[in-house]
């Protein structure tokens, strides 16, 4: 017992293994995760955390280590001599060590903070644009590799009949019922049924090929792949990841305007500085010293031309840009809508005809079958009721293949 279901559990994996399943929305993840441009999310994240990192050391005491040593044509001097000082030397030298620490600066370096993060999210949109465009391509890849397995069984199912009916007429030919001629011409259209079948596996294999290398993930001839059921939302909102990026762009400009009002505002410091060297803060004394001096320091620029103002409104005219581009983006989305929409109701039109010409066919066929068995028709007559049959049915998957398509682009496009 225990060894048939070892048996059974090993033909199941090894069924699962050869059959690799295959679905539209797993290629949308595999392409969204391992197209090169999908790198760049995390990359940007990296960089904007050292750059915030690199924005607050700002905050932190700066400490500089300065020396220098001097020789000069003249130095300072008294008019009178006086007992016990000495005049300073033309060589000087002084050594120290300076701290800045910021105070106040009416929260500067936090809003270049935000902005920053504003910014690297808006980058990032901007790479989750992008990557939804390949969603169009995939669909172009995954619904011809659909339509070439379509293809390849309906043709595979017209050479099985075929040479169904060569034997017959073999048979017809032997025994003096049918003219040679009717073998030859089935034969021909034998030839012609293979070469469709090898240009179908040729375009196949170079979808597969294509597809793959767009999601970085390996398919082969084994590779099942699903139909997708493709359902329309009623919703009419559109919810592409560019709605974010408009949005994102105006938080922008908004923090972008924060940044230049605090830049107006009052600076404070306070600073210390230690130090050794000839002369030192004593003047009068001429000899290596020690000294240190601290105290605070307030910058406020109360007047810059309207600097300010002009930079603040030309962001005001880059608002009024993003809206002008969000407002076209809308237009011409809607109208790729619209006109996908028109073909999804054309293609639903033709494939309420489409079964009903398959059924005529079949019985235009079956009929020409009968008239071909009973010498009433030439092979050449039969054969063109028989592709009238195959090709309509290869329609009729074309038009469903076709529709399935149309409804994902219109997925894709409206961002749902």
């Known amino acids: 017992m225990k060894k048939t279901l070892f048996l059974l559990t090993l033909l199941v994996y090894q069924f699962s293994i050869a059959q690799h399943i295959v679905t539209l929305e797993n290629c949308y993840a595999l392409a969204i995760k391992n197209y090169p441009l999908a790198k760049q999310s995390e990359l940007l994240a990296q960089k904007s955390a050292f750059e915030t990192a690199s924005l607050n050391t700002a905050k932190l005491p700066k400490i500089d280590l300065n020396a220098q040593a001097t020789y000069q044509s003249e130095v300072t001097g008294l008019p009178i001599p006086l007992p016990n000082v000495t005049p300073l030397n033309k060589d000087q030298y002084r050594a120290t060590l300076d701290m800045n620490q910021l105070i106040y600066n009416g929260g500067l370096i936090d809003s270049n903070v935000k902005l920053k993060a504003i910014q690297t999210q808006t980058q990032q949109k901007q790479v989750a644009v992008n990557l939804h465009s390949i969603k169009t391509r995939i669909n ?58 090898r240009e179908t596996e040729l375009d196949k294999n170079k979808q597969l090929a ?73 003047m009068l004394n001429n000899s290596f010293q020690t ?62 005809t489409d079964q009903e010409i398959v059924s005529l066919r079949e019985s235009v066929a079956k009929s020409s079958d009968a008239q071909l068995k009973n010498g009433v028709i030439t092979s050449s007559d039969y054969l063109v009721e028989f592709s009238h049959l195959y090709e309509s049915q290869i329609n009729q998957k074309t038009h469903q293949i076709q529709l399935a398509l149309a409804k994902a682009n219109y997925i894709v496009i409206k961002g749902n």
């Open 210 to 282: 294509n597809l793959s290398e767009l999601i970085a993930a390996p398919l082969d001839e084994k590779t099942i792949f699903e139909k997708p059921m493709v359902a329309l939302a009623n919703d009419a909102a559109i919810s592409r990841p560019e709605i974010e990026l408009f949005a994102l762009q105006n938080q922008q400009i908004s923090s972008s305007k924060e940044l230049i009002s605090k830049n107006k505002l009052p600076k404070i410091n306070a600073f210390g500085t230690a130090g050794y060297g000839n002369p030192g803060l004593n």
């Open 140 to 197: 172009q890849l995954y619904f011809s590799i659909l339509l070439a397995q379509e293809r390849k069984l309906i043709l595979t199912s017209k050479q099985d009949q075929l040479a169904s009916k060569i034997k017959e007429v073999k048979s017809g030919v032997k025994f003096g019922v049918l003219l040679p001629a009717s073998e030859q011409v089935l034969e021909a259209e034998n030839l012609k049924i293979k070469q469709q079948l």
């Open 291 to 352: 000294f240190y001096m601290v105290g605070l320091k307030a910058n406020w620029n109360v007047w810059d031309w309207d600097k300010t103002k002009k930079d603040k409104e030309a962001l005001s005219v880059s608002e009024s840009i993003i809206a002008t581009e969000k407002e076209t983006f809308l237009l011409n989305t809607h109208m790729q809508l619209e006109e996908i929409q028109t073909e999804i109701n054309k293609l639903e039109e033709a494939l309420k």
